[in-house]
Protein backbone atom coordinates (compact mmCIF):
# COMPACT_ATOMS: atom_id res chain seq x y z
CA UNK A 1 0.00 0.00 0.00
CA UNK A 2 2.52 2.43 0.91
CA UNK A 3 4.28 1.96 -2.47
CA UNK A 4 1.05 2.86 -3.72
CA UNK A 5 0.83 5.72 -1.93
CA UNK A 6 4.03 7.32 -2.95
CA UNK A 7 3.89 6.52 -6.79
CA UNK A 8 0.52 8.53 -6.85
CA UNK A 9 1.73 10.92 -4.42
CA UNK A 10 4.72 11.72 -7.00
CA UNK A 11 2.60 11.53 -10.14
CA UNK A 12 3.45 14.58 -12.35
CA UNK A 13 -0.51 14.97 -12.66
CA UNK A 14 -2.02 13.95 -9.13
CA UNK A 15 -5.55 14.02 -8.75
CA UNK A 16 -7.87 16.40 -7.87
CA UNK A 17 -9.49 14.41 -5.06
CA UNK A 18 -7.93 10.87 -4.16
CA UNK A 19 -10.86 9.22 -1.99
CA UNK A 20 -9.33 5.73 -0.24
CA UNK A 21 -12.14 3.32 0.85
CA UNK A 22 -10.27 1.09 3.63
CA UNK A 23 -12.50 -1.24 3.89
CA UNK A 24 -12.66 -2.78 7.31
CA UNK A 25 -8.50 -3.57 7.51
CA UNK A 26 -7.64 -4.55 10.98
CA UNK A 27 -3.88 -4.68 10.30
CA UNK A 28 -1.57 -1.08 10.58
CA UNK A 29 -4.16 0.20 7.04
CA UNK A 30 -5.99 2.94 9.71
CA UNK A 31 -2.48 4.20 10.98
CA UNK A 32 -0.36 4.63 7.56
CA UNK A 33 -3.45 6.30 5.53
CA UNK A 34 -4.20 8.44 8.52
CA UNK A 35 -0.83 9.41 8.22
CA UNK A 36 -0.49 10.22 3.79
CA UNK A 37 -4.37 12.51 4.65
CA UNK A 38 -2.29 14.37 7.14
CA UNK A 39 0.79 15.11 3.97
CA UNK A 40 -1.73 15.28 1.41
CA UNK A 41 -4.30 17.53 1.20
CA UNK A 42 -6.25 15.75 -1.54
CA UNK A 43 -6.06 12.37 -0.13
CA UNK A 44 -9.63 11.35 1.78
CA UNK A 45 -10.45 8.55 3.87
CA UNK A 46 -13.47 6.82 3.88
CA UNK A 47 -13.44 4.26 6.41
CA UNK A 48 -15.70 0.79 6.18
CA UNK A 49 -17.00 -1.67 8.83
CA UNK A 50 -14.73 -5.18 8.50
CA UNK A 51 -17.71 -7.34 7.33
CA UNK A 52 -15.64 -10.46 8.71
CA UNK A 53 -15.31 -11.75 5.29
CA UNK A 54 -13.46 -11.46 2.05
CA UNK A 55 -15.82 -10.49 -0.73
CA UNK A 56 -14.47 -10.89 -4.11
CA UNK A 57 -16.19 -8.96 -6.98
CA UNK A 58 -19.16 -7.38 -5.44
CA UNK A 59 -17.44 -6.46 -2.34
CA UNK A 60 -14.67 -4.96 -5.14
CA UNK A 61 -17.55 -2.38 -6.37
CA UNK A 62 -19.14 -1.79 -3.48
CA UNK A 63 -16.13 -0.22 -1.57
CA UNK A 64 -15.51 1.65 -4.96
CA UNK A 65 -19.37 3.20 -4.93
CA UNK A 66 -18.47 3.80 -0.84
CA UNK A 67 -15.81 6.34 -2.64
CA UNK A 68 -17.79 7.07 -5.80
CA UNK A 69 -21.04 8.03 -3.87
CA UNK A 70 -18.62 10.78 -1.78
CA UNK A 71 -17.76 13.10 -4.62
CA UNK A 72 -19.97 14.98 -6.91
CA UNK A 73 -18.93 13.42 -10.82
CA UNK A 74 -20.21 16.45 -12.41
CA UNK A 75 -17.03 18.63 -10.32
CA UNK A 76 -14.60 16.21 -11.95
CA UNK A 77 -13.23 15.40 -15.94
CA UNK A 78 -12.24 12.47 -15.02
CA UNK A 79 -12.99 9.35 -12.48
CA UNK A 80 -10.62 5.97 -12.16
CA UNK A 81 -11.18 2.98 -9.94
CA UNK A 82 -7.49 2.29 -8.23
CA UNK A 83 -6.43 -0.61 -6.14
CA UNK A 84 -4.34 0.08 -3.83
CA UNK A 85 -1.39 -2.47 -4.75
CA UNK A 86 -0.13 -0.91 -7.88
CA UNK A 87 2.89 0.75 -8.52
CA UNK A 88 3.07 3.84 -11.21
CA UNK A 89 5.64 5.77 -13.29
CA UNK A 90 5.56 8.80 -12.82
CA UNK A 91 4.15 10.32 -16.05
CA UNK A 92 0.87 7.71 -15.70
CA UNK A 93 -2.49 9.77 -15.16
CA UNK A 94 -0.72 12.79 -17.25
CA UNK A 95 -0.24 10.39 -20.27
CA UNK A 96 -3.90 9.02 -20.14
CA UNK A 97 -5.51 12.54 -19.74
CA UNK A 98 -3.30 13.73 -22.96
CA UNK A 99 -4.73 10.76 -24.69
CA UNK A 100 -8.31 11.41 -23.50
CA UNK A 101 -8.00 15.23 -24.75
CA UNK A 102 -6.61 14.14 -28.19
CA UNK A 103 -9.40 11.60 -28.44
CA UNK A 104 -13.14 12.76 -27.77
CA UNK A 105 -14.47 8.97 -28.19
CA UNK A 106 -11.77 7.40 -25.58
CA UNK A 107 -14.37 6.72 -22.69
CA UNK A 108 -11.96 4.83 -20.74
CA UNK A 109 -8.50 3.79 -20.77
CA UNK A 110 -5.25 2.26 -18.74
CA UNK A 111 -1.90 0.84 -19.26
CA UNK A 112 -0.58 -2.57 -18.81
CA UNK A 113 0.05 -4.55 -16.03
CA UNK A 114 3.58 -6.37 -14.69
CA UNK A 115 4.14 -8.55 -11.83
CA UNK A 116 7.81 -9.75 -10.39
CA UNK A 117 8.42 -12.99 -10.14
CA UNK A 118 12.87 -13.70 -9.53
CA UNK A 119 13.92 -10.52 -10.27
CA UNK A 120 12.19 -9.81 -13.23
CA UNK A 121 8.67 -7.99 -14.10
CA UNK A 122 6.68 -10.49 -16.33
CA UNK A 123 3.33 -9.11 -18.31
CA UNK A 124 0.22 -10.08 -17.01
CA UNK A 125 -1.09 -10.27 -20.95
CA UNK A 126 -4.20 -8.26 -20.76
CA UNK A 127 -5.84 -7.49 -24.04
CA UNK A 128 -5.47 -3.85 -25.59
CA UNK A 129 -9.46 -3.44 -26.29
CA UNK A 130 -10.36 -2.49 -22.56
CA UNK A 131 -8.75 -0.43 -19.20
CA UNK A 132 -7.44 -3.07 -16.45
CA UNK A 133 -9.26 -3.57 -13.90
CA UNK A 134 -7.30 -2.52 -11.38
CA UNK A 135 -7.03 0.85 -12.83
CA UNK A 136 -9.90 1.66 -14.56
CA UNK A 137 -9.28 5.92 -15.49
CA UNK A 138 -12.67 7.21 -17.24
CA UNK A 139 -13.73 9.69 -18.64
CA UNK A 140 -16.87 11.02 -16.21
CA UNK A 141 -19.02 11.87 -19.13
CA UNK A 142 -18.74 7.83 -20.64
CA UNK A 143 -18.68 6.27 -16.89
CA UNK A 144 -22.33 7.87 -16.21
CA UNK A 145 -23.70 6.89 -19.56
CA UNK A 146 -22.83 3.03 -18.99
CA UNK A 147 -23.97 3.18 -15.91
CA UNK A 148 -21.15 2.56 -13.41
CA UNK A 149 -19.91 -1.10 -12.69
CA UNK A 150 -22.04 -4.29 -12.45
CA UNK A 151 -22.22 -5.59 -8.87
CA UNK A 152 -21.05 -9.00 -9.89
CA UNK A 153 -17.61 -10.30 -11.11
CA UNK A 154 -16.78 -9.71 -14.98
CA UNK A 155 -17.34 -5.70 -13.88
CA UNK A 156 -14.53 -5.10 -15.47
CA UNK A 157 -15.25 -6.70 -18.46
CA UNK A 158 -19.12 -5.72 -19.43
CA UNK A 159 -18.05 -2.11 -18.76
CA UNK A 160 -15.75 -2.12 -21.84
CA UNK A 161 -18.23 -4.10 -23.78
CA UNK A 162 -21.09 -1.33 -22.80
CA UNK A 163 -18.57 1.23 -23.63
CA UNK A 164 -18.28 0.11 -27.58
CA UNK A 165 -22.21 -0.61 -27.48
CA UNK A 166 -22.19 2.91 -26.70
CA UNK A 167 -19.56 4.48 -29.32
CA UNK A 168 -17.09 5.14 -26.81
CA UNK A 169 -13.70 3.29 -27.44
CA UNK A 170 -11.78 1.34 -24.89
CA UNK A 171 -8.17 0.31 -24.90
CA UNK A 172 -5.04 0.00 -23.01
CA UNK A 173 -1.41 0.39 -24.24
CA UNK A 174 1.69 -1.30 -23.02
CA UNK A 175 4.13 1.53 -23.36
CA UNK A 176 7.04 2.53 -20.86
CA UNK A 177 5.28 5.61 -19.69
CA UNK A 178 2.25 3.10 -18.94
CA UNK A 179 3.74 0.23 -17.58
CA UNK A 180 2.95 -0.34 -13.89
CA UNK A 181 3.70 -2.97 -11.29
CA UNK A 182 0.71 -5.44 -10.06
CA UNK A 183 2.17 -5.92 -6.52
CA UNK A 184 -0.28 -9.02 -6.37
CA UNK A 185 -1.29 -11.34 -9.87
CA UNK A 186 -4.19 -10.70 -11.75
CA UNK A 187 -6.00 -14.03 -11.16
CA UNK A 188 -5.13 -15.00 -8.12
CA UNK A 189 -7.05 -15.46 -5.02
CA UNK A 190 -6.66 -15.58 -1.17
CA UNK A 191 -7.99 -19.14 -1.43
CA UNK A 192 -5.77 -19.92 -4.21
CA UNK A 193 -4.96 -19.30 -8.03
CA UNK A 194 -7.38 -22.60 -9.05
CA UNK A 195 -10.19 -20.63 -6.96
CA UNK A 196 -9.62 -17.19 -8.57
CA UNK A 197 -9.22 -18.75 -12.25
CA UNK A 198 -12.44 -20.56 -11.45
CA UNK A 199 -14.42 -17.22 -10.62
CA UNK A 200 -13.17 -15.74 -13.43
CA UNK A 201 -15.04 -18.70 -15.45
CA UNK A 202 -18.25 -17.79 -13.79
CA UNK A 203 -17.43 -14.36 -14.62
CA UNK A 204 -17.86 -15.28 -17.94
CA UNK A 205 -20.42 -17.17 -17.98
CA UNK A 206 -22.53 -14.32 -15.73
CA UNK A 207 -21.52 -11.80 -18.79
CA UNK A 208 -23.00 -13.60 -21.44
CA UNK A 209 -19.82 -15.19 -23.35
CA UNK A 210 -20.88 -18.51 -25.43
CA UNK A 211 -19.07 -21.88 -24.92
CA UNK A 212 -17.07 -21.62 -28.02
CA UNK A 213 -15.37 -18.55 -27.16
CA UNK A 214 -14.68 -19.01 -23.81
CA UNK A 215 -13.06 -22.89 -24.76
CA UNK A 216 -10.73 -20.74 -26.84
CA UNK A 217 -10.06 -17.94 -24.46
CA UNK A 218 -9.30 -21.07 -21.99
CA UNK A 219 -7.20 -22.49 -24.15
CA UNK A 220 -4.88 -19.64 -25.10
CA UNK A 221 -4.93 -18.88 -21.40
CA UNK A 222 -3.24 -22.59 -21.12
CA UNK A 223 -0.03 -21.51 -22.75
CA UNK A 224 0.39 -18.33 -20.19
CA UNK A 225 1.39 -19.01 -16.33
CA UNK A 226 0.31 -21.25 -14.32
CA UNK A 227 0.68 -23.12 -17.55
CA UNK A 228 -2.49 -25.56 -18.35
CA UNK A 229 -3.74 -25.39 -14.82
CA UNK A 230 -4.66 -21.45 -14.97
CA UNK A 231 -7.15 -22.08 -18.88
CA UNK A 232 -8.34 -25.09 -17.36
CA UNK A 233 -9.23 -23.63 -14.38
CA UNK A 234 -11.52 -20.99 -16.56
CA UNK A 235 -12.83 -23.40 -18.42
CA UNK A 236 -13.82 -25.39 -15.46
CA UNK A 237 -15.68 -22.50 -13.96
CA UNK A 238 -17.27 -21.53 -16.43
CA UNK A 239 -18.94 -25.44 -17.70
CA UNK A 240 -19.62 -26.02 -14.03
CA UNK A 241 -21.53 -22.32 -13.78
CA UNK A 242 -23.68 -23.19 -17.22
CA UNK A 243 -24.61 -26.79 -15.99
CA UNK A 244 -25.87 -25.16 -12.74
CA UNK A 245 -27.57 -23.01 -14.59
CA UNK A 246 -26.43 -19.97 -12.69
CA UNK A 247 -27.43 -16.16 -13.07
CA UNK A 248 -26.72 -13.92 -16.24
CA UNK A 249 -26.36 -10.23 -16.87
CA UNK A 250 -29.69 -9.67 -17.49
CA UNK A 251 -29.54 -7.10 -20.53
CA UNK A 252 -30.00 -9.34 -23.77
CA UNK A 253 -29.44 -6.81 -26.08
CA UNK A 254 -26.07 -6.53 -24.43
CA UNK A 255 -25.49 -10.68 -24.56
CA UNK A 256 -26.25 -10.27 -28.26
CA UNK A 257 -23.86 -7.42 -29.03
CA UNK A 258 -20.74 -9.54 -26.87
CA UNK A 259 -21.41 -12.77 -28.51
CA UNK A 260 -21.39 -11.11 -31.90
CA UNK A 261 -18.21 -9.40 -31.28
CA UNK A 262 -16.61 -12.19 -29.82
CA UNK A 263 -17.25 -14.40 -32.64
CA UNK A 264 -15.72 -11.45 -35.15
CA UNK A 265 -12.90 -11.78 -32.86
CA UNK A 266 -12.43 -15.50 -33.29
CA UNK A 267 -12.87 -14.30 -36.95
CA UNK A 268 -10.34 -11.92 -37.45
CA UNK A 269 -8.63 -11.37 -34.27
CA UNK A 270 -9.25 -9.34 -31.74
CA UNK A 271 -7.46 -6.47 -33.03
CA UNK A 272 -8.98 -6.07 -36.11
CA UNK A 273 -12.30 -6.90 -35.09
CA UNK A 274 -12.04 -4.40 -32.56
CA UNK A 275 -11.10 -1.42 -35.31
CA UNK A 276 -13.85 -2.34 -37.35
CA UNK A 277 -16.26 -2.37 -34.23
CA UNK A 278 -15.24 1.17 -32.76
CA UNK A 279 -15.24 2.59 -36.68
CA UNK A 280 -18.98 1.23 -36.66
CA UNK A 281 -20.10 2.16 -33.32
CA UNK A 282 -18.50 5.89 -34.63
CA UNK A 283 -22.09 6.98 -35.29
CA UNK A 284 -23.73 5.78 -32.65
CA UNK A 285 -21.15 7.97 -30.12
CA UNK A 286 -21.66 11.21 -32.69
CA UNK A 287 -25.60 10.76 -32.44
CA UNK A 288 -25.18 11.46 -28.03
CA UNK A 289 -22.33 13.50 -28.27
CA UNK A 290 -20.82 15.13 -31.56
CA UNK A 291 -21.36 18.74 -31.27
Not at 167 to 183: C, P, Q, T, V
Amino acid sequence: MERTLESVTKQTEPPALWVIVDDGSTDATPDVLREWSARFDYIKVITREDRGARKVGPGVIEAFYAGYEAIEPSEFDYVCKFDLDLDLPARYFEVLMDRMEAEPRLGTCSGKAYFEKDGKLVSEKCGDENSVGMTKFYRTACFEQVGGFVREVMWDGIDGHRCRMLGWIAASWDEDDLRFIHLRAMGSSHKGMWTGRMRHGFGQWFMGTSLAYMTASALFRMTRPPVVVGGLAMWCGYVRSMFRRLPRYGDAAFRKFLRRYQWQCLLKGKAKATAQLNEAQEPVWEATWAK
